[in-house]
């Protein structure tokens, strides 16, 4: 937990002060048109609780609670900001939104604000600013930021961490690929080839928010497969999910053994350890290896591109989306939602763009002009992170049974079953239909 108060603000020192500076510079470098901001007054003594997901690179943390640090001092509003661990954040924002107690701003996944969307405050004038200032919002935030079918915001999209595949070079050479194919057979391939040369590729298939989700999804979609249709229905139960996990139980045989049980970290610190010569990742892993000497040689190494895509050739890679949500149990809502625009905005938004290296790329299309996206070749792969077209519940309406169904890691526990052997693919599709059916009625 941090408590940022116009005091703890001179704490942070340089650290702070050199926040600022970039501030400045991002403000000349981010395109702006004219809005008028939404004129909610901060209630008098306001304070605010603030939960969000651990940082994966440690910018993400420092930055965060520098601008925090710079509202309270700006404000006089006392920001306490506490970390969960990524497992944790769900549970905690239930036992808020059911007691009506706890944290007035939560930064959680993409689906939680459509689980809790009556208890939430309308978001509509200020998300319609900031559009209006920052060149509009991209196309999958809209999805996850809009109460399904209205112009209703319920939620301000704050960034999504995409997954493409990370590689080493010259391993994927070695094994007679100068590339990343495009195509499953290419890339059932390369995997296969890795193996035979003692670098299996290794994607996690445990109840992982960020890897496990990515890695099912992206099975699931580039093959054709959904959730449910448009109008809702449940619809995993077809040719192309069985596809799916028959393709998946295949590229499974190329993995590193234990994958089944791995959480978000688990991949990073294989691929640093140079146990696997391919994953799936944000841009977390290169970040760390790039500014540690003991791995810059690995970074140098390592490709990030694009996995094979879906139908249509769609993009069809999951997105993490971090997704702010107020309260209406809070006190101060005036506070909170001034909170959120002062967050989003250049002076803040950009110098912790820059600082995670991208790793949550932006929702609202001006910060495409932000300087990380040039600041290394490498990341221009994560900078269009959310025009991906698939999101949670594909195809079907994004609600409180889209998100359980994510929460509840139906799709994950499908391809853990199919690919490690403990059910036949049949089984596997027809267990996740009858969850599925449980939420969807």
Not at 90 to 104: C, I, K, L, S
Not at 145 to 170: A, F, H, L, N
Not at 416 to 427: K, R, V, W
């Amino acid at each position: 937990m941090n408590s940022f108060t116009r005091r703890g603000t001179l704490a942070l020192g340089a650290g702070a002060l050199a926040a600022g500076t970039i501030g400045r510079d991002a403000r000349a470098a981010i395109p702006m048109g004219n809005a008028t901001p939404p004129q909610a007054r901060i209630e008098s003594g306001a304070t605010l609780r603030v939960l969000r997901p651990t940082k994966f690179v440690d910018a993400d943390e420092t930055v965060f609670r520098e601008n925090s640090a710079k509202f309270a001092a700006q404000t006089g509003v006392q920001v306490r900001v506490d970390f969960a661990g990524w497992e944790d954040l769900r549970p905690q924002t239930a036992v808020a939104a059911n007691t009506g107690a706890g944290p007035d701003v939560v930064v959680g996944w993409a689906d939680d604000p459509h689980i809790y969307s009556d208890k939430l405050l309308d978001m509509t004038e200020l998300a319609n600013y900031l559009g209006q200032k920052y060149g509009g919002w991209m196309a999958l935030p809209q999805r996850f930021g809009k109460k399904w079918g209205t112009d209703q915001w319920v939620s301000i999209p704050m960034g999504g961490t995409g997954s493409p595949c990370v590689y080493r070079i010259s391993w994927a050479k070695e094994a007679g690929f100068d590339k990343l194919p495009t195509d499953h057979d290419g890339f059932l391939k390369l995997c296969q080839g890795l193996k035979r040369n003692g670098h299996p590729a290794g994607f996690a298939l445990g109840n992982a928010v960020g890897d496990g989700n990515a890695y099912c999804n992206w099975l699931l979609w580039s093959h054709g497969g959904m959730v449910v249709d448009e109008a809702g229905k449940v619809a995993i139960n077809s040719p192309q999910t069985l596809q799916a996990l028959r393709y998946a139980r295949e590229l499974y045989q190329t993995f590193i053994p234990g994958t089944v049980s791995w959480g978000d970290v688990n991949n990073n610190r294989a691929y640093a350890a140079g146990e696997i010569g391919l994953t799936q990742n944000g841009v977390s892993m290169y970040f760390s290896l790039k500014n540690d000497p003991r791995t810059a040689a690995i970074a140098a190494d390592t490709a990030m591109e694009h996995l094979p895509t879906g139908p249509a050739g769609k993009l069809a890679e999951n997105v993490l989306l971090l997704n702010a949500m107020v309260f209406k149990h809070s006190r101060y809502p005036n506070a909170a939602k001034e909170y959120l625009r002062f967050m989003m905005e250049a002076e803040q938004y950009d110098p912790w763009l820059v600082g995670c290296g991208g790793y949550w790329a932006h929702p609202l299309n001006a910060y495409g002009e932000s300087e990380v996206w040039r600041s290394d070749p490498k990341l221009a792969v994560y900078r269009d992170t959310n025009t991906v077209e698939y999101w949670s519940g594909y195809k079907g309406p994004i609600s409180a049974a889209s998100g359980s169904v994510a929460a509840d890691y139906v799709v994950v526990q499908m391809f853990a079953a199919a690919s490690s052997g403990q059910s036949t693919p049949e089984e596997a599709v027809r267990e996740a239909e009858r969850r599925c059916r449980r939420y969807y009625r």
